[in-house]
């Protein structure tokens, strides 16, 4: 069972873990499958670095491989962690600005990462493997994008 209050948003698997991302608390929870078929609490971490003004709310969360990327609004940022599964813990990557106010989703892409920036009305695309970014690889306005979808080349 998640904390009370953690305000459970979205969640990945990554074999026998599941991250979610608690809106309320700004936190990854992080927990491990067990016997019975349930999942025991393994860790808990802050879904950003960044000391804001503004409270923060995980509001996307993507796997690949054992990479976690993290869309913070609030903080403006991007989150990635490393999902060891040998001991069971996320540790942080890097944190960087998103492209804009508010990240409200993102896209994890090969050819780079997509990131939906609802207020100020732009999507920002960086690129990869060259995270974290010194800037956006492209960016292009879209109003109010609060999901992205690639579709097949």
Known sequence: MLPAGSGPRHLVLIEDF???ACEL???????????????????????????????IAPSALRADGNQVFVANRGAGTISVFDLDLGSGRLIPLTE????GSTPRDLVVHPDGLWVANQTNHLISV??????????AHFEFPSPSPACIVLGPR
């Open 18 to 20: 599941l991250v979610v």
């Open 126 to 135: 960086f690129s990869r493997p060259t995270l974290p970014p010194e800037r």
């Open 25 to 55: 608390s700004a936190e990854l929870w992080l927990g491990r499958r067990v016997d019975d078929g349930g999942w025991s609490e393994v860790q808990r971490v802050p879904a950003s670095a960044v000391d804001s003004d503004d409270p």
């Open 96 to 99: 960087f600005p998103g492209g």
